[in-house]
């Protein structure tokens, strides 16, 4: 009965050498019952620092990059992701003066359509394609009793994701395309250009149910030519060399979540847009006027 308890006494200072260090050497002075006391303790609290560990990993909010099991912050958690987003657009137009003819466009908005393509490295760099398509005819005033826009948008870029606080940026920049086209029945005038776009968009969690506030900004340069088709009483004469400066803005709120092995976005946001050319705008060359839109945005994005 001695050998036996000796025996259990030297494992459990064998243990408690293993699992506190050298200090634990000086526990050959305590008795058994103090030992089995401290031992105890030492799973105890190790058994706390596992789970706290697991809640770390797991984290408590929304994972809105495509990064499950991960930091919901995509620069940090090493998941690689393809996604595909699409928005459609619900804009009215606006222009910046009334040369149009009174009461120009009203109240009547058109419905455009936007698709994006993409990819996350896992560690903040990735690569998209943006594109936006609005064909409508818009009812004017007496001047113009009809006026048809019919515009495409194509962007190509790298985008940089990091994190600032509680805020997740995206910035982007690379090339757009732009074509403007504008009708009035008898000439359609058109503006082709290319240039660069940079963004930059910002989300911020609220709670941990997955809602998040967004706001992005774009700005594009685009560099190309005006050309004119008809009897030539409307809008500018072929024009070389033109600029075209286009801003762009979203915001509103989104909602993430998991879905198998993906991620699901959905996002409402208020959109506007300003084109602005010198050569549109001139009462002389062109019709008076830069051109604007603004309207609710509706979009989904799927992550894998």
């Given at each position: 009965?001695?050998?036996?308890?000796?025996?259990?006494t030297?494992?459990a200072?064998?243990?408690?050498?293993?699992?506190?260090?050298?200090?634990?050497?000086?526990?050959?002075?305590?008795?058994?019952?103090?030992?089995?006391?401290?031992?105890?303790?030492?799973?105890?609290?190790?058994?706390?620092?596992?789970?706290?560990?697991?809640?770390?990993?797991?984290?408590?909010g929304?994972?809105?990059?495509?990064?499950?099991?991960?930091?919901?912050?995509v620069?940090?958690?090493?998941?690689?992701?393809w996604?595909?987003?699409?928005?459609?657009?619900?804009?009215?137009?606006?222009?910046?003066?009334?040369?149009?003819?009174?009461?120009?466009?009203?109240d009547?908005?058109?419905?455009?359509?936007?698709?994006?393509?993409?990819?996350?490295?896992?560690?903040?760099?990735?690569?998209?394609?943006?594109?936006?398509?609005?064909?409508?005819?818009?009812?004017?005033?007496?001047?113009?009793?009809?006026?048809?826009?019919?515009?495409?948008?194509?962007?190509?870029?790298?985008?940089?994701?990091?994190?600032?606080?509680?805020?997740?940026?995206?910035?982007?920049?690379?090339?757009?395309?732009?074509?403007?086209?504008?009708?009035?029945?008898?000439?359609?005038?058109?503006?082709?250009?290319?240039?660069?776009?940079?963004?930059?968009?910002?989300?911020?969690?609220?709670?941990?149910?997955?809602?998040?506030?967004?706001?992005?900004?774009?700005?594009?340069?685009?560099?190309?030519?005006?050309?004119?088709?008809?009897?030539?009483?409307?809008?500018?004469?072929?024009?070389?060399?033109?600029?075209?400066?286009?801003?762009?803005?979203?915001?509103?709120?989104?909602?993430?979540?998991?879905?198998?092995?993906?991620?699901?976005?959905?996002?409402?946001?208020?959109?506007?847009?300003?084109w602005?050319?010198?050569?549109?705008?001139?009462?002389?060359?062109?019709?008076?006027?830069?051109?604007?839109?603004?309207?609710?945005?509706?979009?989904?994005?799927f992550?894998?």
């Amino acid at each position: 009965m001695k050998i036996t308890k000796l025996l259990a006494t030297g494992l459990a200072t064998v243990a408690a050498i293993l699992l506190v260090g050298p200090g634990a050497i000086q526990a050959q002075d305590l008795s058994y019952a103090d030992l089995a006391a401290r031992l105890t303790a030492l799973e105890s609290q190790l058994q706390t620092q596992q789970t706290d560990f697991a809640s770390y990993n797991t984290g408590g909010g929304p994972e809105q990059f495509g990064c499950k099991d991960c930091s919901k912050t995509v620069c940090n958690c090493g998941c690689p992701a393809w996604y595909a987003g699409y928005e459609v657009t619900v804009l009215r137009p606006y222009v910046s003066d009334a040369s149009l003819g009174p009461g120009v466009f009203g109240d009547d908005y058109g419905v455009g359509h936007r698709v994006v393509l993409g990819y996350d490295n896992g560690a903040g760099l990735g690569a998209r394609l943006r594109y936006w398509t609005y064909n409508h005819n818009h009812s004017t005033g007496a001047i113009i009793p009809q006026f048809h826009i019919d515009m495409d948008v194509l962007d190509g870029e790298v985008t940089l994701q990091e994190k600032m606080h509680n805020w997740d940026l995206l910035v982007s920049g690379g090339i757009r395309y732009a074509r403007a086209s504008f009708n009035n029945g008898l000439d359609k005038v058109y503006f082709e250009g290319i240039g660069p776009t940079v963004a930059l968009e910002a989300t911020r969690n609220i709670g941990s149910r997955g809602v998040y506030l967004i706001g992005n900004f774009r700005a594009s340069t685009l560099f190309g030519d005006i050309r004119s088709s008809g009897p030539g009483i409307f809008g500018p004469g072929p024009s070389d060399d033109e600029i075209t400066l286009v801003l762009e803005n979203q915001l509103g709120v989104g909602w993430s979540r998991e879905f198998g092995r993906g991620i699901m976005n959905i996002r409402g946001v208020w959109e506007s847009q300003f084109w602005m050319n010198d050569t549109f705008a001139d009462d002389a060359l062109g019709f008076g006027s830069n051109l604007g839109f603004s309207g609710p945005t509706a979009s989904i994005e799927f992550r894998l």
